[in-house]
């Protein structure tokens, strides 16, 4: 089953801040986070494991709240750059060969 | 960049004619996913192969089958195109599944069904 991500859209200036949000119907063992460009592949950003464990981009951080089953993505002073559709992926601690990903959220970033 | 490549990148092929798409890899990552991309539906998965000859099923296997005899390849075939079927497909390959490994994504294929 895919993750529920939100807002689906969200616009912004340059410089202003956007939070992502995931959430799952079953426990997690693992989010991931990846963007894409249009026309190109998805990008790995970030990995959050149950019990803590991150590995990531520099000027991106996320959360993992295990007991909620969600996590959330902070682009802070956000660049032209980061324009694109995140996806969040999801490994269940029931089916942990899957990597399934939610519906995307565009962000787009003005100057 | 992982060394990921897919073809055929662009296809048009008619409605009842089988397609087999191919995703080859340079890592001999053990895990290879296929992923079809809609407007609206992000990134869906269809099957999965955890090692060779052994793959299962995602959300959305109905219509595709896959196979997998060598770590470096991983076929996906449509045994009787529909117009449903026109989409984006994606191949991703990681080391693992669940652990602090990264999927990378080979650059799709763009399939019409006409």
């Known amino acids: 089953q895919q993750p529920v991500q939100s807002p689906q859209a969200v616009i912004l200036r340059e410089g202003e801040d956007a939070v992502i949000n995931c959430s799952s119907s079953?426990?997690?063992?693992?989010v991931h986070w990846y963007r894409q460009k249009h026309g190109e592949a998805p990008v790995f950003l970030m990995i959050?494991?149950?019990?803590?464990e991150q590995k990531g981009h520099e000027k991106i951080s996320a959360s993992f709240n295990e007991k909620k089953q969600q996590s959330s993505l902070y682009l802070t002073a956000s660049q032209l750059s980061y324009s694109g559709t995140y996806f969040c992926g999801t490994v269940t601690s029931g089916s942990a060969r899957q990597l399934t990903f939610g519906s995307g959220t565009q962000l787009t970033v003005l100057p | 960049d992982a060394g990921i490549t897919q073809s055929p990148r662009h296809k048009v092929t008619e409605t009842g004619t089988p397609v087999t798409l191919r995703c080859h890899q340079t890592?001999?990552?053990?895990?290879m996913y296929w992923y079809r991309q809609d407007p609206g539906h992000g990134l869906r998965l269809i099957h999965y192969?955890?090692?060779?000859?052994?793959?299962d099923k995602g959300e959305v296997s109905d219509g595709y089958s896959v196979s997998r005899s060598k770590t470096e390849d991983f076929l996906l075939t449509l045994e009787s195109a529909t117009s449903s079927q026109t989409s984006v497909y994606f191949c991703?390959?990681?080391?693992?599944?669940?652990?602090?490994?990264?999927?990378?994504f080979g650059q799709g294929t763009r399939l019409t069904v006409v």
């Open positions: 079953k426990a997690l063992y693992s």
């Open positions: 991703a390959i990681s080391e693992r599944t669940g652990m602090n490994t990264e999927a990378f």
């Open positions: 890592e001999n990552h053990r895990y």
């Open positions: 959050l494991l149950k019990g803590g």
């Open positions: 192969s955890y090692g060779v000859k052994d793959t």
